[in-house]
Nanobody, 124 residues
């Protein structure tokens, strides 16, 4: 069955960097878009970044553009999210998600499998 397992979250200070990783299994990883979403307390889950199947196309939320970088390794079935210049408003649970085969959508309803998430807390 499809499994997505996130790691790398933690407590950091504003301006610090953090790298999240997600290990995928149970499906043909390279055939699907993969994305990161996040959800802060009391807020809806929101799109953060997505990668096309080969990693040649990426998409980012405006709020993280220029600070976050998504990358995938299809040989290892992993996807990472490098987060630089972190801000307190980046505090959330971050989720890895398996998406459709072509389009990097920013709607969570387009993604059919999710990890359990990893907590990122940024203190001011």
């Amino acid at each position: 069955q499809v499994q997505l397992v996130e790691s790398g979250g933690g407590l950091v200070q504003a301006g610090d960097s953090l790298r999240l990783s997600c290990a995928a299994s149970g499906y043909a990883f390279s055939n699907y878009v993969v994305a990161w979403f996040r959800q802060a307390p009391g807020k809806e889950r929101e799109f953060v970044a997505g990668s096309s199947r080969a990693g040649l196309r990426t998409s980012y939320a405006d709020s993280v553009k220029g600070r976050f970088t998504i990358s995938r390794d299809n040989a290892k079935n992993t996807v990472s999210l490098q987060m630089n210049s972190l801000k307190p408003e980046d505090t959330a649970v971050y989720y890895c998600a398996k998406g459709p085969s072509l389009r990097i959508g920013n709607d969570a309803r387009e993604y059919d499998s999710w990890g359990r998430g990893t907590q990122v807390t940024v203190s001011s």
